[in-house]
């Protein structure tokens, strides 16, 4: 990663303090040693093959543009986010992988601009206003149209592309109907929200599942409810419910089938919570999209070689390497589309 300003004054004044203060106590084979490790850590620390710049695209918007250095005119892929407070990088409070910054990073290194955004959720947490009662699906659609909007009126790409993980995948689809030359969808469910839900409950929680079903049902028909178990309250509560209901309004199928422009649909064997057979449902929906189902790869796009711990563990492990068939499928899908 290359080191911004303050990072670089920073460095600049520790040199100085070292110099000025600390060296005339130390032995001089110490203060080699010491700018040897500097140095060493300098050269780690950064990546001079990208430029990262921060973007405002509306109050509730912002983003980092990452574009390869010494490239005249790239594709942009604009990454779009999963369900819940996710930030541009892939994570949550008490979440981090990093893994949509990792992705950004493999593009770049292959000459692919992108842009991925904190969802409006994370800027409304940090402003403490937050609403959660009026916030609906549709909002995060309106972000990532903007998202569109906005890079496509500076004509600066050669081509725009969209990348919708989990969650993001239904947006980037409902968000691609225009000023978009590809859609990419990652880990994205095939089914309905309320279907999804259903299946996860039965897979996690089976003492659950009628509960779930009777709730979902409610929900469904456009009307809330207060009858569910506590157990259940994160998913159900009452501030949630006029969004699951918005959420639950659209069916992936039907979106992907009306979208006429290129699509790659990627899926993992060890995601947890959306299988490969959701993959194939949106596949189906839409004979003209390429269908990548990779081995061992998770749904935080990390390869998994051992067991549902080591899966879950890795929702917050950082050091993980993005998937590398992963970039190597989404790289031969926008080369192939130039």
Same mark, same amino acid.
């Given at each position: 990663?290359?080191?911004?300003?303050y990072?670089q004054?920073k460095v600049?004044y520790?040199?100085?303090?070292?110099?000025?203060?600390?060296?005339p106590?130390?032995?001089?084979?110490?203060?080699?040693?010491?700018?040897?490790?500097?140095?060493?850590?300098?050269s780690?620390g950064?990546?001079?093959?990208?430029l990262?710049?921060?973007?405002?695209?509306t109050?509730?918007?912002?983003?980092?543009?990452?574009?390869?250095?010494?490239?005249?005119?790239?594709e942009l892929?604009?990454?779009?986010?999963?369900?819940?407070?996710?930030?541009?990088?892939?994570?949550?409070?008490f979440?981090?992988?990093?893994?949509?910054?990792?992705?950004?990073?493999?593009?770049?290194?292959?000459?692919?601009?992108?842009?991925?955004?904190d969802?409006?959720?994370?800027?409304?947490?940090k402003?403490?206003?937050?609403?959660?009662?009026?916030?609906?699906?549709?909002?995060? @659609?309106?972000? *990532?149209?903007?998202?569109?909007?906005?890079?496509?009126?500076?004509?600066?790409?050669?081509?725009?592309?969209?990348?919708?993980?989990s969650?993001?995948?239904?947006?980037?689809?409902?968000?691609?109907e225009?000023?978009?030359?590809?859609?990419?969808?990652? *880990?994205?469910a095939?089914?309905?929200i309320?279907?999804?839900?259903?299946?996860?409950?039965n897979?996690?929680a089976?003492?659950f599942?009628?509960?779930?079903k009777r709730?979902v049902?409610?929900l469904k028909?456009?009307?809330?409810?207060?009858?569910?178990?506590p *157990?259940?309250? *994160?998913m159900?509560n009452?501030?949630?419910?006029?969004?699951?209901?918005?959420?639950?309004?659209?069916?992936?199928?039907?979106?992907?089938?009306?979208?006429?422009?290129?699509i790659?649909?990627?899926?993992?064997?060890?995601?947890?919570?959306?299988s490969e057979?959701?993959?194939?449902?949106?596949?189906?929906a839409?004979?003209?999209?390429e269908?990548?189902?990779?081995?061992?790869?998770?749904?935080?796009?990390?390869?998994?070689e051992?067991?549902?711990?080591?899966?879950?563990?890795?929702?917050?492990?950082?050091?993980?390497?993005?998937?590398?068939?992963l970039?190597?499928?989404? @790289?031969?899908?926008?080369?192939?589309?130039?």
């Amino acid at each position: 990663m290359s080191i911004s300003l303050y990072s670089q004054e920073k460095v600049s004044y520790g040199v100085i303090f070292v110099t000025q203060f600390i060296a005339p106590k130390m032995k001089m084979k110490t203060i080699i040693y010491f700018f040897t490790f500097l140095l060493i850590n300098l050269s780690f620390g950064q990546d001079n093959s990208y430029l990262e710049t921060e973007v405002e695209i509306t109050e509730l918007i912002d983003g980092s543009l990452m574009i390869p250095k010494n490239q005249k005119e790239t594709e942009l892929v604009i990454i779009i986010a999963g369900s819940g407070p996710t930030n541009r990088n892939g994570n949550q409070n008490f979440l981090k992988s990093n893994n949509l910054k990792k992705l950004a990073i493999a593009l770049a290194k292959e000459n692919i601009s992108s842009f991925r955004y904190d969802k409006r959720i994370v800027k409304q947490i940090k402003t403490g206003n937050i609403d959660v009662k009026s916030m609906r699906f549709q909002d995060f @659609v309106n972000d *990532a149209k903007d998202v569109v909007s906005y890079f496509k009126e500076r004509n600066q790409f050669s081509k725009i592309y969209i990348a919708g993980h989990s969650q993001g995948s239904l947006v980037g689809m409902l968000a691609a109907e225009k000023d978009v030359n590809g859609f990419i969808s990652l *880990a994205g469910a095939g089914q309905n929200i309320s279907d999804v839900i259903v299946d996860q409950i039965n897979n996690t929680a089976r003492q659950f599942i009628d509960d779930t079903k009777r709730v979902v049902e409610t929900l469904k028909s456009g009307k809330t409810t207060k009858d569910f178990p506590p *157990a259940l309250g *994160a998913m159900f509560n009452m501030e949630i419910q006029p969004f699951m209901i918005s959420w639950m309004a659209y069916q992936p199928t039907d979106i992907i089938t009306n979208l006429e422009l290129p699509i790659l649909i990627i899926n993992g064997t060890k995601d947890l919570q959306v299988s490969e057979e959701e993959a194939k449902l949106l596949s189906d929906a839409n004979p003209n999209a390429e269908i990548k189902i990779i081995e061992n790869m998770n749904h935080v796009l990390f390869t998994i070689e051992g067991d549902k711990l080591e899966n879950s563990k890795s929702y917050n492990e950082a050091f993980r390497e993005i998937n590398s068939e992963l970039v190597e499928s989404i @790289v031969t899908f926008i080369e192939k589309n130039r």
